[in-house]
C-alpha cells in the first residue's frame, strides 16, 4: 500500500551515536528533499527525553545504528512543498515522536497514529515508508510530512516549548482520559521532565497535587511548579499519611519502582496510569489491585490531534517545561546528569550550536 518514491538527498550536520555501548557524536546523515507534502524544519532546540537514552543505550531491544535520538523538536520552516496547505515559510513547527503512520486504519482515524495497524513511524529509530532509517532531532533540520508537523505559539517561549512534544504530550494524555478536575487528589510519581510536566498541567486542570519523589532538594521546585504536597518516598514516615489518598496517580519513574506500593496509595476505585518505562518487567500482587477495585493502565504518548489540542492548552495556560539549555557538544554529559535525577527539569539543546 505504501508508496515508494525516489528522492534527492541532503546532508546535514547531526550528533548521533553508533552501538549501545558508543558516546554520542558528530555524524552527517542525510534528509530527503522536501516532497509535495513536507516542510524542512531549521530546528532551534531539542528535546532531550529519558526515552533517548533508553534507545540510545538499546534498553529495550530495538535500537537501529547509528541513532540520531530526538523527539522534541521545534524550529522554523524553512522551505514547504507544493501541496502544504497549513503551514508557510517562516512559521513555528514542532515535530514529536510520529513522523508517519498508514492514516487508514482506524486507529490512525481516530486520531491515535501511535497504534497505527500497519505501524507508525517514529521520528528516530525507525524505518520510514522508503525503507531508511529515521533519523530524530539532534540535526539542524528536519523533512517532515505535514498532517505530522504541528503549530507552535509565537506568544510562549520556544525552548520551554521543545519538551511539550513528548513530556508535555505523555502526560496530557492521561490526564485528559481520565478527566483529572477540580476536586481531585492527583499524585505524580517522579519529578523528571515528564514528572514536573504533569504537575504543571494537572494543577491547571484543577487537581491538588502532590508530588512523590526520591529527591528531598526537589521539594520547593515542587510547591513553585503547582504541587500542594511534597512527599519523599524514601521517607517511611512521610508515606504513612497518603495511604488510600489519591483518585489518580501517573507514575513517570525511568528506573524499577514498586507499583504495589503505588497502588497502597490510591484511594478505592481509584486509577494509576504507568507512563514511564523502565526496561525491566515489574511484579505485582492481584491483591495490590483486588482490595479497594483499584485500576492500573499504560499511557503512550498521544496522536497528532491531541498533540496540537495539548499545545494549545499550554499557550492557553502560559505553561512550558523548566529547561536547562545546553550545546550539543554537553549531551553525553547531560545523560549521566538525567540518569542521576539531577536535572531541573529537562535539558534542551541549543541547536546553534551544531552548525
Ligand atoms: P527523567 O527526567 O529522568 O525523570 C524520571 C524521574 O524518575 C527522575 O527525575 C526521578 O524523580 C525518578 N526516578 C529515577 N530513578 C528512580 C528510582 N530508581 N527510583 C525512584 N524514582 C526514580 O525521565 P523522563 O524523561 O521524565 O522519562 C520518564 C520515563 O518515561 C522514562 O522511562 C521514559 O522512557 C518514559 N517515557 C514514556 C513515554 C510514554 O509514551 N509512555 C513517553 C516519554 C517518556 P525524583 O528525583 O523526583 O525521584
Ligand atoms: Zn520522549
Ligand atoms: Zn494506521
Given amino acids: 500500500m505504501y508508496f515508494y518514491k525516489t528522492l534527492n538527498m541532503k546532508q546535514v550536520n547531526a550528533y548521533a551515536t553508533a552501538a549501545s555501548t558508543a558516546e554520542l ?20 532546540y531539542c528535546g532531550v527525553c529519558h526515552s533517548d537514552i533508553h534507545q540510545a543505550r538499546n534498553e529495550w531491544g530495538n535500537s537501529i ?7 522534541e523538536i521545534v524550529g522554523r520552516i524553512i522551505s514547504v512543498g507544493n501541496k502544504i496547505t497549513k503551514f508557510k515559510v517562516g512559521d513555528l513547527a514542532g515535530v514529536g515522536c510520529l513522523v508517519d503512520s498508514c492514516r487508514d486504519c482506524e486507529y490512525c482515524k481516530q486520531g491515535d497514529e501511535q497504534f497505527c495497524k500497519n505501524g507508525s513511524v517514529g521520528t528516530y529509530n525507525s524505518i520510514d515508508k522508503s525503507g531508511k532509517p529515521t533519523y530524530g532531532g539532534y540535526s539542524t533540520t528536519i523533512v517532515v510530512d505535514e498532517s505530522f508537523t504541528l503549530h507552535v505559539s509565537e506568544k510562549l517561549e520556544l525552548k520551554g516549548v521543545a519538551p ?32 514536573h510536566m504533569a504537575v504543571k498541567l494537572a494543577a491547571a486542570m484543577g487537581a491538588e497535587v502532590t508530588v512523590l519523589s ?16 511534597f512527599i519523599n518516598t524514601r521517607n517511611a514516615d512521610a508515606t504513612k ?21 503505588a497502588l497502597s496509595y490510591l484511594k478505592s476505585k481509584g486509577t494509576m496510569v ?14 495490590s489491585l483486588i482490595i479497594g477495585n483499584k485500576n492500573l493502565a499504560g499511557s503512550l504518548i498521544g496522536g497528532i490531534k491531541e498533540t496540537q489540542e495539548m499545545l494549545d492548552f499550554c499557550e492557553e495556560h502560559n505553561i512550558v517545561s ?19 535525577s539531577d536535572v531541573k527539569y529537562r535539558f534542551v539543546i541549543d541547536m546553534e550550536s551544531l552548525k
Avoid at 545504528?65 to 523527539?71: A, D, L, N, R, T
Avoid at 528531598?216 to 500542594?228: E, P
Avoid at 523548566?322 to 542521576?340: F, H, T
Fill in 214 to 229: 526520591t529527591s528531598d532538594n526537589k521539594k520547593a521546585d515542587a510547591k513553585k511548579l503547582g504541587a500542594s504536597h
Fill in 25 to 44: 557524536e558528530p555524524m552527517p546523515i542525510e534528509r530527503r528533499d522536501c516532497g509535495a507534502a513536507d516542510v524542512e524544519i531549521q530546528i532551534l
Fill in 164 to 195: 511539550l512534544l513528548c513530556a508535555g504530550i505523555t502526560t496530557y494524555s492521561p490526564l485528559k482520559r481520565w478527566n483529572v478536575r477540580k476536586g481531585q487528589q492527583v499524585a505524580v510519581i517522579g519529578l523528571g521532565g515528564l514528572g
Fill in 241 to 261: 499519611g497518603i495511604a488510600g489518598k489519591f483518585d489518580f496517580i501517573l507514575n513517570t519513574v525511568s528506573a524499577p519502582n514498586s507499583y504495589d506500593v
Fill in 274 to 287: 504507568v507512563v514511564g518505562a523502565p526496561p525491566e518487567p515489574t511484579q505485582i500482587a492481584g491483591f
Fill in 322 to 340: 523548566e529547561v536547562e539549555v545546553i550545546p550539543v557538544s554537553k549531551i553525553n554529559e547531560a545523560y549521566e546528569r538525567i540518569l542521576n
Fill in 65 to 71: 545504528y547509528p541513532m540520531v535520538p530526538g523527539h
